[in-house]
Each structure stands twice: as C-alpha cells, then as structure tokens.
C-alpha cells in the first residue's frame, strides 16, 4: 500500500519557525511536493523536491531524504495568514497526498 | 501559467438525482486529469485518473459505476455522481499535469451537497 504520514496539527507562535514532516512509503517515487490549502479552497504550491537535500524559497525550505523516505517542510518568521494545512504529496505515476497538517498560528 | 476551470463551484441536489462537474484545462493540453474528493478536515483522496480517449482507472474503494468519469477531450474532464446520496456531499477537486512541465494544476474544487 501507500502510506504518505504528516502530523495532524501543530501550533506556532507569529515570528516563529516551525517543521512540518512527512514520512512516506509508495511504490515508485518521482518527486515530492508541499502544497499550502485553506479551507474551501485548491491547494497551491510551495515547493517540489526531486533529489535529496535542502530548497529555499524565501520564507519556506523544503528537504528530502529518499533512502529514509522522509521531507519536511521548514516555515520561517511565521504570520497570521500562514495558518493552514500544509499537505505533502508524493509523485509516482499519479499524485498521491499525505494525510495533511492543520498549522494554527498565534499572536 | 497554466489554468483549470471547474465548475460549478458549488452544488446541491436531492438524494437520488445525479451531478456533473466539469474540469477544462485553458491554456494547455491534459492528456491526465486526477479527480479527488476531500472531506472536512481531512486530506485529498485520489478517487480516478482520467485518460484523453481511454476508460479511467479508479483506486481501490471508489465505486467506478457511480463515480462516471469521461475525458473526452485533451482539454476537458468531466466527473458524474450518479444517483447522489448525503453521504456523497464533499469537496471535490480536478487536477491537471501539463504536459510541458513537471507541475499539477488544480482546479477551484467543487462543493457537493445532498439533501
């Protein structure tokens, strides 16, 4: 079977940084990604990582290790309207998403 | 960048009747669409992959009679709930994988309600 897991929620503090991970096993693997979705709403893009290591994009990185089938994505100098559920999904021959993390972040 | 139109963004039948949604990709050719369906608070559930000109392939669980999925055109899927039931209602979401790119787009998502 597929098994893409994430944390359920998390809570930060505004200004804040804060890791969310995501743990995968699927058959075949050919890219990862982190999609940021508000309720009632698509997801949009954050990030996609093929190879192993480390990509910045302002305020958020992602990483990847495929031999521990392990991302995370880091959230930087955190705000209000980053409060959300961050979803990792995994590219096979098809996109498969994780179970999902609701960020809740405080003033 | 690349455009998926859904529509209708939102919808409510009775129990019993059937819904299409439909999901056009504007500004690109979509050999693949993914449909999903998301219930509240939790994540997206891939239910078929849709195929330009050949049957969909659904995921183990997803009733294929029900769920009728056509994919006509390379620029146009469309998502047909038969026989609609409450325990349907959902978010329901196209995604498209342009061609030229290695990227996903998805559509608006469509709410489902039956009563």
């Known amino acids: 079977g597929q098994n893409i897991d994430q944390p359920t929620e998390m809570t930060a503090t505004e200004g804040a940084i804060v890791q969310i991970n995501c743990t995968y096993q699927?058959?075949?693997?050919?890219?990862l990604f982190w999609y940021q979705q508000h309720a009632g709403e698509a997801p949009t893009f954050l990030s996609y990582n093929v190879l192993d290591g480390l990509e910045e994009k302002g305020r958020f990185s992602s990483f990847l290790s495929r031999s521990k089938g392990y991302s995370y994505l880091l959230l930087k100098e955190l705000q209000m309207k980053d409060s959300a559920s961050y979803l990792c999904?995994?590219?096979?021959?098809?996109?498969?998403f994780g179970t999902g993390t609701r960020l809740q972040v405080f003033p | 960048g690349a455009v998926v139109s859904q529509h209708p963004s939102r919808v409510i039948c009775k129990s019993g009747t059937s819904v299409k949604i439909e999901c056009r990709s504007l500004d690109f050719q979509a050999t693949t669409m993914f449909w999903y369906r998301q219930f509240p608070k939790q994540s997206l559930m891939l239910m078929a992959t849709s195929n330009e000109g050949s049957k969909a392939t659904y995921e183990q669980g997803v009733e294929k009679d029900k769920f009728l999925i056509n994919h006509a055109s390379l620029t146009l899927s469309t998502l047909t709930v038969t026989s609609a039931h409450p325990e349907d209602s959902s978010f329901y979401i196209c995604?498209?994988?342009?061609?030229?790119?290695?990227?996903?787009?998805f559509g608006s998502g469509t709410r489902l309600t039956v009563v």
């Open positions: 995604s498209a994988r342009d061609s030229a790119d290695y990227g996903y787009t």
């Open positions: 699927t058959s075949g693997f050919n890219g």
């Open positions: 999904a995994v590219r096979t021959d098809k996109l498969i």
